[in-house]
T-cell receptor, first 113, second 112 residues
Framework: QQPVQSPQAVILREGEDAVINCSSSKALYSVHWYRQKHGEAPVFLMILLKGGEQKGHEKISASFNEKKQQSSLYLTASQLSYSGTYFCGTGGAGGTSYGKLTFGQGTILTVHP | SQTIHQWPATLVQPVGSPLSLECTVEGTSNPNLYWYRQAAGRGLQLLFYSVGIGQISSEVPQNLSASRPQDRQFILSSKKLLLSDSGFYLC???????????FGDGTRLSIL
């Protein structure tokens, strides 16, 4: 079952913040976040494992709420380089899923000067 | 460091023609390998994944097949392409378990 991302698109001015959500109807073991620039391959941002973990990388962080079966990606003080499509990928238990991910439909983020 | 190579970058093929896309990984051994397809403006659909030589799992019944003849080589094939096979094909690799997936640059396939 494909996770659902919201919003579908968001437009920001440089310096503004954004939150992208990823919800699943199935139990989650892990959530991966990727960013894809137009015409390019997706690039890995971060991975979160079950346990309510929160991770951060500079001004991009993410949380994982296992009970709610959702993850959120936080982008603070956005930069022009943050523009792109953000995908979450959800994984089941590592032992049986061989690292397979089911990706959401994507959230298009546009940052204007 | 690890690198992934995918070719060709673009391909235009007539309906009914065969297809072979190749992906190779360097700098690691025994990786998990994946083939995805992305329709224009859409998400990533997992087509095949492999945990070892000759071990292929298909996620979506379709006109395509995959093979892994060597540890770090993954091939996507079709005997007869359909119009619906058009899209952006991405190969990815990861180490075991829930680890980041690293994507190749992709092949943009257009069927005429």
């Amino acid at each position: 079952q494909q996770p659902v991302q919201s919003p579908q698109a968001v437009i920001l001015r440089e310096g503004e913040d954004a939150v992208i959500n990823c919800s699943s109807s199935k139990a989650l073991y892990s959530v991966h976040w990727y960013r894809q620039k137009h015409g390019e391959a997706p690039v890995f941002l971060m991975i979160l494992l079950k346990g309510g973990e929160q991770k951060g990388h500079e001004k991009i962080s993410a949380s994982f709420n296992e009970k709610k079966q959702q993850s959120s990606l936080y982008l603070t003080a956005s930069q022009l380089s943050y523009s792109g499509t953000y995908f979450c990928g959800t994984g089941g238990a590592g032992g049986t899923s061989y690292g397979k991910l089911t990706f959401g439909q994507g959230t298009i983020l546009t940052v204007h000067p | 460091s690890q690198t992934i190579h995918q070719w060709p970058a673009t391909l235009v093929q007539p309906v009914g023609s065969p297809l072979s896309l190749e992906c190779t990984v360097e700098g690691t051994s025994n990786p998990n390998l994946y083939w995805y397809r992305q329709a224009a403006g859409r998400g990533l659909q997992l087509l095949f994944y492999s945990v070892g030589i000759g071990q292929i799992s298909s996620e979506v019944p379709q006109n395509l097949s995959a093979s892994r003849p060597q540890d770090r080589q993954f091939i996507l094939s079709s005997k007869k392409l359909l119009l619906s096979d058009s899209g952006f094909y991405l190969c990815a690799w990861s180490t075991r378990g829930n680890q980041p997936q690293h994507f190749g640059d992709g092949t943009r396939l257009s069927i005429l």
